[in-house]
């Protein structure tokens, strides 16, 4: 069980409020340059920082250095995680991503080729069949340098928010509340939750929650399926890399020189592209995924309690009694 990993470690309660804090700490450090440079910018065209919203805020930076601000708070975040999971709760890396005994990165490239084929063809096939909604935004320099940008610091960004919510967290609440389910719920609400501010939400209300909160829905559950976050590392990155590079638009979080950029009315779009992905993609994903796998026990690994090992070797010695 993957939530059991954490017994291979320091895992009191209290260390894991000290360890949030801390990362929490480095996210806010890493967020500075960002806020610095817009300020200045606002500043400088005798704008009103306050007053801007997050829309206005993603235009006021060149693309790629906005990006690569951005994307710099996870990168610091991530490095922060692994310095409280190493030193303060005594846990190994590998530890932390599986329960096998070496992280599989053949279930990550597996992924990761998999759903970047099939995002981009989505993207790709829409674009054939409604040109209209598209201009071609390729500049061959800038995407260059956004292709750099984006394959060293995105990875690093989905890593930390893997690592974080369907790692730390699902870890720590699973000790904490030595359920498998509780922790499943609550890291996608809160997964779900800290996208609230982007300007997706502004543009397409808050029925886009329910693409948030059901992703981090299905990638727990691979990750509680699958015994480690090798799948939901390559599936995450896969799905922000391959978007950051191949279209854009004025209302998304990711504003970059992509190749296609999405003039379409986000005031149109249909519910059923927000809510195809969650009930009927990411399901017909688990369902390929466990057969490939052989993932099995479904209600014990979802529902079922987290036991320490101690307890494990109580009810063994009972039995015995017995």
Request: aromatic share 14%.
């Amino acid at each position: 069980m993957y939530i059991n990993q954490a017994f291979k470690g320091l895992n009191d309660w209290w260390r894991y409020l000290i360890g949030l804090f801390i990362i929490i700490v480095a996210v806010i450090i890493g967020q500075m340059p960002f806020t610095i440079a817009v300020a200045v910018k606002a500043l400088s065209a005798g704008d009103n920082i306050t007053s801007l919203d997050q829309s206005t805020m993603m235009t006021l930076l060149e693309p790629n250095l906005n990006l690569f601000l951005m994307l710099l708070s996870f990168a610091v975040g991530l490095v922060a995680l692994l310095f409280v999971v190493r030193y303060i709760h005594n846990q190994t890396f590998t530890q932390l991503t599986t329960t096998r005994k070496t992280i599989d990165w053949k279930r990550f490239w597996f992924i990761f080729l998999t759903w970047g084929t099939l995002s981009s063809a989505l993207v790709i096939g829409d674009y054939y069949m409604s040109p209209e909604n598209y201009v071609l935004n390729f500049d061959l320099v800038p995407f260059l340098i956004l292709c750099v940008i984006a394959i060293i610091f995105v990875p690093l960004q989905t890593s930390f928010e893997e690592y974080l919510f369907r790692g730390y967290l699902m870890q720590g609440l699973g000790v904490i509340t030595k359920t498998n389910w509780l922790p499943l719920i609550i890291t996608s609400i809160v997964f779900g939750l800290l996208h609230i501010a982007n300007p997706e939400v502004e543009k397409l209300g808050y029925v886009i929650m329910v693409y948030y909160i059901g992703t981090g829905l299905f990638l727990g559950i691979m990750t509680l399926m699958d015994g480690g976050l090798e799948l939901s590392l390559g599936f995450h990155a896969a799905n922000n890399l391959f978007t950051a590079l191949l279209v854009t638009a004025d209302w998304t979080a990711f504003q970059t020189h992509s190749i296609l950029k999405d003039m379409s009315d986000p005031g149109e779009m249909p519910m059923s592209e927000v809510l195809i992905p969650v009930f009927v993609l990411f399901p017909i994903l688990l369902l390929i995924l466990s057969r490939i796998y052989g993932w099995k026990n479904w209600k014990e690994k979802l529902f079922g309690n987290v036991i320490e090992p101690n307890d494990n070797l109580n009810q063994i010695s009972d039995t015995d009694e017995t």
